[in-house]
């Protein structure tokens, strides 16, 4: 689907939004990292999601993606439709929101926009917001896995190690990347992955919206990761990278894709090389 064919760009600004609040086929989707964030002011409409949906639970990896049946659970209980744009918003940054548009996009499902900077920028710029809960009206929506390619796994990650063409961008902390810090079997790397935090992405004096575009795209090519490239991001859960993902597809990164298992996978498994 074109960009043409969406009610608004990837990155939606908010007043952009403002505008078309009240737009039939919109759906707004607040996924906070912390509830209460939501019941203390959220964009007119907005519909809550508890993040947890967006991950499959109970399983050796309880952050990979979810089954066709629970997605399928969790977007009709979202009113989700096939011509729905959803736009959506967390309250930090864009690590959750990430998460649930690599989802739709998983599912094939294009049409979608990211509140750039999230309540915090709807706030900052002074727009009403609502603190009654909006219930969405439920809908059929039957998931599928269209874009597979969205996504890889552990051992398509190491069938692609020493290939020029592609690179891994971890969105971890430098500790984590250096193995001085977490809580799995084993610590440290994916070999030849490159560390940007995901913090380093947005603006923090900005309202936590993306950071400048050029200024993004200089250092991600000085770490040696080009529009060009096949990338993978991934972090401990693929919610850091969720906003990594969002950036890169937002920079023209075309072929970003994420590791949706991230270290929490990798880094719990003995048949998986690391670095430190």
Known sequence: MSSE?????????PEQLEARLGHPDLLIIDVPAKADSYLEGHVPGAVFLDFKHLLRGNSDVPNDIPSVEQLSALFSSLGLERDTHVVAYDDEGGGWAG??????ELIGHTRYSYLNGGIHAWRQ??????????????S?????ILHPEVSID????????????????????QAEYDGEKGENKHLGHIPSAVNMDWLDVMDRDNALRLRDYAELITELEA?????????????????RSGLTWLAGKALGFDKIRAYPGSWKDWGNRDDTPIER
């Open 99 to 104: 998460r649930l548009l690599w989802t739709l």
């Open 5 to 13: 064919d969406n009610l608004l760009p990837l990155i939606v600004e």
């Open 140 to 144: 059929h929506y039957e998931a599928e």
């Open 223 to 239: 770490l040696g990761l080009t529009p060009d490239m096949d990338i993978v991001t991934h972090c401990q859960s693929h919610h």
């Open 125 to 138: 710029e002074g727009l009403a917001t609502e603190t009654r809960p909006h219930e969405p009206v439920l």
């Open 154 to 173: 552990a051992e398509g990650i190491q069938a692609r190690l020493g290939d020029r063409n592609f690179a891994v961008w971890d969105a971890r902390s």
